[in-house]
């Protein structure tokens, strides 16, 4: 049986375990908002990437029950069945908080495995997840930075859809190609569970037809009122834009705000390319 978004302990009261409990991960299947922008195999998108996620409340006790903290980056493939659900992330990660262990390795190998676990759960050729825990000595080394690229919101446009209209997207297919990377802070959304806003900003990478560029914004900003997770957001941009401008390449990239000490950073793309640095940005 797929676990549900209602069946998850978002938007419920949940007792904090003080101790170790991989059972808290809670996968939501990504195959039922697939098929609702046209997927029609999940298990083989029309597309590649990653979901980046940053946790900042990592901690958990040395053998001798002393406190540790860290920073923690996964690296989530986008062809894995599932997703996590990020309150059920933040339950299992406290559940470190109050429980010993040796040495970071092997934090970092148990997080490793059990996120593992609930994200290929029920595929046929289960693979791992990466996770890289970033001790306090270390903290200094993360760095900062903006999305690149020509900003979106610099144009004074009219607004009046708050629902995602993908018929604002046009190209200009009788024209040149054009290669571009577009950016805009003015991507909202909400929680598909509580309703609770979500913010992000978002990189668009392309070559192909020029894409009109005040329609793109008016696209992006009409996801102001739409609720729906991160990961599903991010598909939804890539496959209306792949389908409505018909881009030669296409890349989409959102970096989302933290809630609950994590931030989710989903990238999608039409090609396989190397990862972006997780780079937190200001508003993160």
């Known amino acids: ?47 590649f990437g990653a979901d980046l996620w940053t946790a900042y409340e990592v901690s958990w006790l040395n053998a001798r029950g002393k406190p540790q903290v860290a920073l923690a980056h996964f690296t989530i493939p986008c062809e894995s069945p599932n997703i996590v659900e990020s309150k059920s992330f933040k339950l299992y990660l406290n559940s470190f908080n109050n429980s010993r ?8 190998d148990a997080i490793r495995a059990d ?45 009046d859809r708050y629902t995602p209209d993908p018929t604002l997207l046009t190209a200009r297919h009788d024209e040149t190609p054009v290669s571009e990377e577009l950016v805009s802070h003015l991507l909202k959304s909400n929680c598909l569970v509580t309703g609770q806003p979500d913010w992000g900003s978002v990189q668009i990478s392309y070559s192909g037809a020029q894409i009109d ?9 009409s996801f102001r009122n739409h ?13 209306d834009i792949w389908s409505r401008c018909k881009p030669i390449k296409l890349s989409v990239y959102a970096r989302y705000t933290r809630r609950g000490g994590l931030d989710i ?20």
């Open 115 to 159: 996120v593992s676990e609930a994200v290929w759960r029920g595929s046929d050729t289960p693979r791992t997840i990466g996770v890289k825990l970033v001790p306090a000595e270390n903290f200094e080394q993360e760095k900062m930075g903006e999305l690149q690229g020509l900003l979106l919101d610099r144009l004074d446009i009219e607004c």
């Open 101 to 108: 262990f040796s040495s970071i390795e092997e934090v970092r």
């Open 1 to 47: 049986m797929k676990s549900s978004p209602e069946q998850s302990p978002l938007g419920k009261a949940s007792a904090y375990a003080d101790q170790y409990d991989a059972t808290l991960l809670f996968p939501i299947a990504r195959e039922t908002k697939r098929k609702e922008i046209g997927i029609v195999d999940a298990a083989a998108p029309p597309f």
């Open 265 to 284: 950073n989903p990238l999608r793309t039409s090609a396989p390319q190397a990862l972006p640095r997780n780079l937190r940005n200001a508003r993160q």
């Open 213 to 221: 560029q005040e329609g793109l914004l008016k696209y992006l900003i």
């Open 227 to 239: 609720n729906e997770f991160h990961e599903q957001c991010v598909e939804r941009i890539f496959m």
